[in-house]
């Protein structure tokens, strides 16, 4: 018999059979919220998306209040669960940590692998190209972007990269081009041979997640530019780790200026980089978060007779 249940959110099936699980062992829940399903759908953009958003927060709050102890990925979620009824003695912050693999190659040798010159300063966006991350942000931003001095890179699919192909289709390659998904090893070596690293979301996105992409961005070492909302979790954690610089969701003309000025400040560059690194280093090691997983589990255990 196990001494506690953990489920994970998404998804909330992960979440049922986990409550279903613990009543049938009568041992302790234990919920950890990746995401926040009912903000997503609210913040999708999505049409329709607020009345499914109203079903899946009350379906979401409910578990979260039968749970012993209740996990959340960053400290934004916790004003949602709280608001719906989950008491705050029982959620405990608990970070990702980092899973990748060194990298599987020196930055010259991975440049040339992918086409990138030595001087072209690439600015890379990894990961899925879906809705939420509002990639025409990046199109946009490259049209302004003086001719050859900064390249934008989207590496990565997704149900949006067919449409951002061909909206960039006019754009000159000097300018953006899209690759492919990288294997373990590769991609480490890929965020560590660009000079800044992209994150993108689209305006109304602010407490719904936590782009894990961060992570890994941070433990490359190499400065991160987000442009999103100032309230979202990915902006609060871009800042709490003082990796790199924040600017406005939807903002094409803000986000080229900063990367021009990231390119001219290498120095400012390599500090932010070396910051993300040691914020990595420092909270988002394997040991640092499974000391918070284990006492999250152990104080759910305690409050179970």
């Not at 020196?106 to 879906?130: F, S």
């Not at 000079?195 to 993108?200: E, G, P, T």
Request: proline share 6%.
């Amino acid at each position: 018999r196990p001494d506690a249940v953990v489920g994970v959110v998404p998804s909330l099936s992960g979440a049922l059979l986990a409550a279903i699980a613990a009543k049938v062992y009568r041992r302790p829940l234990v919920l950890v919220f990746q995401d926040l399903m009912g903000r997503a759908a609210e913040q999708s953009g999505y049409a329709g998306g607020s009345r499914v958003a109203r079903t899946l927060s009350r379906f979401e709050l409910a578990l979260a209040r039968r749970a012993d102890a209740v996990g959340i990925i960053t400290p934004g979620f916790r004003q949602y669960l709280e608001a719906g009824g989950v008491s705050a003695e029982r959620i405990h912050r608990v970070r990702n940590w980092h899973l990748g693999e060194p990298p599987k190659q020196e930055r010259a040798e991975t440049r040339r692998a992918l086409g990138w010159p030595e001087d072209a300063y690439i600015c890379l966006h990894a990961g899925n190209m879906g809705h939420k991350q509002g990639l025409s942000n990046l199109v946009e931003a490259a049209r302004l972007l003086p001719g050859g001095a900064v390249r934008i890179v989207l590496a990565g699919d997704g149900n949006e990269r067919e449409r951002l192909e061909r909206e960039a289709s006019d754009v000159p390659g000097e300018r953006i081009t899209f690759l492919g998904p990288q294997a373990p090893g590769a991609y480490e070596a890929m965020l560590a041979a660009a000079d800044v690293l992209l994150v993108n979301q689209l305006p109304a996105v602010s407490d719904m997640a936590l782009p894990s992409k961060l992570t890994s961005y941070f433990a490359a070492g190499r400065p991160v530019v987000a442009a999103v909302a100032a309230e979202s979790e990915a902006a609060h954690e871009v800042t709490l780790a003082g990796a790199g610089i924040v600017v406005p969701a939807g903002e094409p003309g803000q986000l080229a200026d900063v990367l021009l000025s990231l390119h001219r400040e290498p120095g400012k560059a390599d500090t932010f980089g070396e910051a993300g690194r040691a914020y990595a280093t420092r909270a988002l090691s394997r040991d640092a978060a499974l000391a918070e997983y284990e006492a999250m589990i152990r104080s759910a255990i305690d409050r179970t007779p």
